[in-house]
């Protein structure tokens, strides 16, 4: 039986500053979005994350937050997807058409073990709604069956929010900040590809993109 899958995505670390050596980008997939649901419900009776704006975010989550989290991703049936850059020291602009192509890298692999995906939804990069086109645009061009793809803001959608606290505990692992939550949901992980940047654009000339 088929069944339609949502994918979550989210990055962390930053292709511009030239202190983040590695950009992580991460996909979720679920065909049960209520699952998600859930556990903000087991979070949201947590005092610390009440007090907050409800949204989870891996680098202002306590540990006790985040180990509550991950504990309760790992029962649920999550499809976990990512993509690691090393940036090798370079500062790179933060453009619509960088970030389509790191995207387009890590559907290749959603898209290889999907065979049915409902929707796309982005933590929205840009503020610009130009940039955010032109994004689309660029994606379009290298993935053209897309499914609908949305941006959202994850202080209003915040099932989003499952991709950034995968993609900050990834990044946290590379750095050799934090190796714990990483290795609880590593048995969930589908694909997970490392490359270098120089790497990485050379597949993006390829595409012959401007």
């Known amino acids: 039986m088929n069944y339609k899958f949502t994918i979550f995505i989210d990055e962390s670390g930053t292709l511009s500053d030239i202190k983040d050596k590695v950009i992580v980008v991460a996909a979720v997939g679920t065909n049960n979005v209520i699952k998600i649901d859930e556990i903000f419900k087991v979070l949201l009776k947590k005092e610390r994350l009440r007090k907050q704006t409800r949204e989870l975010k891996y680098y202002t989550s306590g540990d006790k937050t985040k ?3 991950f504990e309760n991703i790992i029962k649920n049936d999550f499809d976990i997807f990512i993509l690691e850059v090393e940036k090798m020291g370079r500062k790179i602009p933060d453009t619509p058409e960088h ?3 790191l995207c387009c890298l890590l559907l290749n692999d959603v898209f290889s073990f999907y065979t049915e995906i409902s929707k796309i939804i982005i933590d929205r990069h840009f503020s610009r709604d130009y940039d955010v086109e032109k994004f689309n645009k660029t994606l379009k061009q290298l993935l053209p069956n897309l499914p609908n793809i949305l941006h959202v803001d994850s202080r209003k959608e915040k099932r989003v929010n499952v991709a950034d606290m995968i ?4 990044l946290a692992n590379e ?3 934090s190796t714990e939550y990483y290795k609880m949901f590593e048995k969930q992980i589908i694909s997970e590809k490392r490359l270098n940047w120089v790497e990485a654009k050379r597949k993006f000339v390829n595409k012959k993109l401007a």
């Open 67 to 69: 180990r509550l989290f």
């Open 99 to 101: 970030f389509a192509f």
């Open 175 to 177: 750095t050799g900040k």
């Open 167 to 170: 993609a900050g505990a990834v």
